[in-house]
C-alpha cells in the first residue's frame, strides 16, 4: 500500500499580488485629499508640484503647499492649493487648453486618466443641467485649484505604479446638511457628486458638512477596479492619509492602502430565483444549460415556499459579462417571472494547476489529472478529476472512492520524490 507522506518544511510564498484600497468611509473624498494621501504615500513632490504648476497656468496664478498637518492625533499630508484668478471654462474649451499644452511630463496612460475625469465630471454636470456635453459650462472645474488637484493626483497615482495593481474602493461618506451655492441651498451631497457616485457604495454622514466634492467623486470612480464593503485582507501595508481642510470632531483624512495580497480574487455575480413548479428532468437539464453559457457554479437547494409548498432555491455564480445571457436561459428554461442579482460579490481564489500523474491499480497503469490548489508554491489542497476517476472505476470495475484515494495516495509519494513539481 503506498503511504500518503505529508511535507514537514515551510515554502516561501513567492507569488504576492499587489492591491491599493482607498477609503473615504470616515472623511469623505475630495481632490486634495486624493493629492494629499498619494504624497503621504511616497509620490514624488517635486515631479507632482511641477505638473500642476505646468497645467494650472492658462487658468490663473496657483500655489502649492504641500505640509505634514495633525488631524485629531493623525499625521496626514495638506495638500494646499490656492489659486488667485478663478475663473469659469467650458468642458471643451477646458480639454483643447491642456492638449494643447502637451503632456508636462505625464505618461500617455496618465494624462489619459485626467481626460477621463474631466469628462466624468462634465457628463454629471451635462446630466444635471440637462443640456449637451458640448454646452457644459464648469463653474468651479476651470479654477486652476481644480485642474491642480486632477492633473496633480493622477499623475502622483501612475508615479507610484498604483494603476498597474487593483484597486478596491470602501463606501464613500457623503456628509449631510445643506449648503449655499449659486443656485440657492442645496442639499448635500452636491447634485454633481450624487451622480458621479450613482454606482457606487456610500455613506450618508457622519456629520452636516460636505465630506465629497465632485472632484474627488471623479478621481475615485476612475481610479477604482472594484467597490467593497470590507478592506481585503492584506500583509504588507503601507498606508498614507490625505488631509482635508475643515477641522472636525474626528480625523478628516483619506487614507490611501497599498499591500500585498497572498490571495487573488475576482469578482462575480450571484444570480438566484425560488421555483416551486418546475419538473426534475427541467431541472436536471438546467445544469448542463447553464455551465454551457459560461456560469461558473450552479446549485440546487430545496426549500419550503409559500403555502407551505415544496420548491428549490436555484444559486448561479456567475462573471459579470455573463449576468445577461444567463438571466435570460433561467427565464426560458424554467419559466420564472424573476431573476435577482447581487452584484459586487467578491470571490477570493487560489491558484489552480492541473498536475497528470500515472498510478497504478492491480498492475494496470492508468492516467489521471490531479487538480492543485496554491496559495504561491504552498499547496493548500489536492482533487483528482472526477471524470478521470470515473472512467478508471467503470474500466477497473472497482469503486470510484478507490481510484480518487489511490490517486491522492500517488500525487504525494511523488512529490515527496521530486518526480513531479508544483508551479
Known amino acids: ?102 503632456r508636462g511630463g505625464m505618461s500617455i496612460e ?17 446630466r444635471i443641467h440637462g443640456v449637451d456635453l458640448k454646452d457644459v459650462h464648469f463653474h468651479e472645474v476651470g479654477a486652476a485649484d481644480a485642474v491642480a488637484d486632477v492633473m ?13 495593481h487593483t484597486v478596491y474602493g470602501l463606501p464613500v461618506a457623503l456628509g449631510g446638511g445643506v449648503k449655499e451655492t449659486k443656485h440657492g441651498l442645496l442639499s448635500i451631497p452636491a447634485p454633481a457628486t450624487l451622480e458621479i457616485l450613482k454606482n457606487t457604495p456610500t455613506l450618508g454622514g457622519p456629520v452636516t458638512e460636505e465630506l465629497s466634492t465632485p472632484t474627488g467623486a471623479a478621481l475615485y470612480v476612475n481610479m477604482v477596479d472594484e467597490y467593497c464593503q470590507f478592506q481585503p485582507l492584506l500583509t504588507h501595508k503601507f498606508t498614507g492619509y490625505g488631509a482635508g481642510k475643515m477641522d472636525l470632531d ?74 445577461d445571457t444567463i438571466s435570460e436561459v433561467i427565464i426560458r428554461e424554467t419559466g420564472t417571472l424573476g431573476v435577482r442579482v447581487m452584484p459586487f460579490v ?45 472512467q478508471i472505476a467503470d474500466k477497473m470495475q472497482i469503486p470510484i472512492k478507490e481510484v480518487m484515494r489511490m490517486a491522492d495516495e500517488a500525487f504525494w509519494h511523488q512529490i515527496s520524490l521530486g518526480d513531479i513539481t508544483v508551479g
Open 110 to 126: 496618465a494624462f489619459d486618466l485626467a481626460m477621463k475625469v474631466f469628462e466624468t465630471l462634465a457628463r454629471a454636470e451635462a
Open 1 to 102: 500500500m503506498i503511504q500518503k507522506i505529508y511535507l514537514n518544511f515551510i515554502i516561501v510564498l513567492e507569488v504576492m499580488f499587489m492591491v491599493v484600497i482607498i477609503d473615504p468611509q470616515t472623511a469623505g473624498i475630495a481632490g486634495n485629499m486624493v493629492l494629499g494621501a498619494l504624497i503621504d504615500l511616497g509620490a514624488d513632490i517635486e515631479g507632482t508640484k511641477g505638473v500642476m504648476e505646468h497645467f494650472t497656468n492658462p487658468f490663473g496664478h496657483v500655489k502649492v503647499e504641500l505640509g505634514k498637518i495633525n488631524k485629531n492625533g493623525l499625521c496626514a499630508t495638506l495638500a494646499d492649493v490656492n489659486a488667485f484668478d478663478r475663473d469659469s471654462i467650458c468642458y471643451n474649451e477646458l480639454v483643447k487648453i491642456l492638449k494643447d499644452m502637451g
Open 346 to 390: 467578491h470571490r477570493n481564489i487560489l491558484e489552480r494547476e492541473i498536475i497528470p500523474i500515472e498510478i497504478e491499480i492491480s498492475g494496470t497503469p492508468a492516467k489521471i489529472r490531479i487538480k492543485v490548489g496554491k496559495i504561491g508554491n504552498e499547496i493548500i489542497n489536492t482533487a483528482p478529476e472526477y471524470e478521470d476517476a470515473r
Open 250 to 323: 474626528f480625523p478628516n483624512v483619506l487614507r490611501i492602502i497599498k499591500g500585498d495580497s497572498a490571495i487573488p480574487s475576482d469578482k462575480v455575480v450571484l444570480l438566484e430565483t425560488n421555483m416551486d413548479n418546475v419538473s426534475g428532468e427541467i431541472l436536471g437539464n438546467l445544469f448542463n444549460r447553464l455551465m454551457a453559457e459560461g456560469a461558473l457554479d450552479v446549485t440546487l437547494i430545496p426549500v419550503l415556499m409559500k403555502k407551505n409548498r415544496p420548491g428549490h432555491l436555484l444559486r448561479v455564480i456567475a462573471r459579470q459579462q455573463d449576468c
Open 152 to 164: 496633480g493626483s493622477v499623475y502622483a497615482f501612475h508615479d507610484l505604479e498604483l494603476h498597474t
